[in-house]
């Protein structure tokens, strides 16, 4: 089977917003603040592939926040587009906090480095020099990606389990073919941007052995197990079931 690396867009299953639902929605927005999403301040586009399995590569679009300044979020999606799809989540933080993570944690956290500084990872629209200030951060940053929808696979709606993400963390990874597409698609060069950035400098203390999946492959399982019980309730309060 070849390698698949494309993020396959499907129509989501069941009915059209129905007018109804559009006006209730509109409603809300104009009374509730949706404090967490306005926090947003960036759209950074990367690639992705599956923990376990480096021919599966994704286009991702994170829309981002910061937490603080050594801590920022992502909502990930397939695609830039009003219908995207919400496929993920990531989490970046600086190598000095890394670094305090348990070993055990590590590996399923990987590095920036390569992405920003062979050009692959970018911000759409986004001046050259502006990008560029912002990116020299991230260079030094490590990430912690969960995807739960497997949109290369053609999934219509979010199936099976999350699956831990890696980046790319040297050439040759990446499909030429899924390179040129984005390429094209956002009239970037990311040979060019190779060059423009290759001032930057990556983590203080390099790669972590530990991270990027510790150079081996990493894969959510599903195992039963005794569910705890809740502790039991005080005898005035009535044991109810749902």
């Given at each position: 089977?070849?390698?698949i690396?494309?993020?396959?867009?499907?129509?989501?299953?069941?009915?059209?917003?129905?007018?109804g639902?559009?006006?209730?929605?509109?409603?809300?927005?104009?009374?509730?603040?949706?404090?967490p999403?306005?926090?947003?301040?960036?759209?950074?586009?990367?690639?992705?592939?599956?923990?376990?399995?480096?021919?599966?590569?994704?286009?991702?679009h994170?829309y981002c926040?910061?937490?603080?300044?050594?801590?920022?979020?992502?909502?990930?999606?397939?695609?830039?587009?009003?219908?995207?799809?919400?496929?993920?989540?990531?989490?970046?933080?600086?190598?000095?906090?890394?670094?305090?993570?348990?070993?055990?944690?590590?590996?399923?956290?990987?590095?920036?480095?390569?992405?920003?500084?062979?050009?692959?990872l970018?911000?759409?629209?986004?001046?050259?020099?502006?990008?560029?200030k912002?990116?020299?951060?991230?260079?030094?940053?490590?990430g912690?990606?969960?995807?739960?929808?497997?949109?290369?696979?053609?999934d219509?709606?979010?199936?099976?389990?999350?699956q831990?993400?890696?980046?790319?963390?040297?050439?040759?990874?990446?499909?030429?073919n899924?390179?040129?597409?984005?390429?094209?698609?956002?009239?970037?060069?990311?040979?060019?941007?190779?060059?423009?950035?290759?001032?930057?400098?990556?983590?203080?203390?390099?790669?972590?052995?530990?991270?990027?999946?510790?150079?081996?492959?990493l894969?959510?399982?599903?195992?039963?197990?005794?569910c705890?019980?809740?502790?039991?309730?005080?005898?005035?309060?009535p044991?109810?079931?749902?």
């Open positions: 089977m070849d390698p690396h494309a993020n396959v867009v499907k129509d989501v299953p069941g009915e059209k917003t129905k007018i639902t559009s006006i209730v929605d509109t409603a809300a927005a104009t009374i509730q603040s949706f404090g999403t306005k926090q947003i301040h960036q759209h950074l586009c990367a690639f992705h592939f599956y923990a376990d399995d480096m021919t599966r590569q994704v286009e991702a994170h926040g910061h937490l603080n300044d050594e801590v920022r979020q992502c909502l990930i999606y397939d695609r830039p587009d009003a219908d995207a799809r919400l496929i993920g989540v990531e989490y970046l933080v600086t190598e000095e906090l890394f670094l305090t993570l348990p070993d055990e944690e590590k590996p399923l956290w990987h590095s920036h480095e390569y992405e920003v500084k062979s050009g692959v970018f911000l759409p629209g986004v001046p050259g020099p502006v990008e560029r912002d990116l020299e951060k991230v260079a030094k940053t490590y912690k990606t969960i995807h739960f929808w497997q949109v290369d696979r053609g219509e709606l979010p199936l099976g389990l999350p831990v993400m890696m980046a790319l963390t040297r050439d040759g990874q990446l499909y030429p899924l390179a040129k597409d984005v390429e094209s698609k956002y009239g970037v060069s990311f040979q060019k941007e190779r060059e423009n950035r290759a001032y930057m400098e990556g983590l203080a203390h390099g790669i972590h052995p530990k991270a990027n999946a510790a150079g081996v492959g894969k959510t399982v599903l195992r039963e197990i005794d705890k019980p809740s502790s039991d309730p005080p005898p005035s309060v044991r109810v079931f749902v």
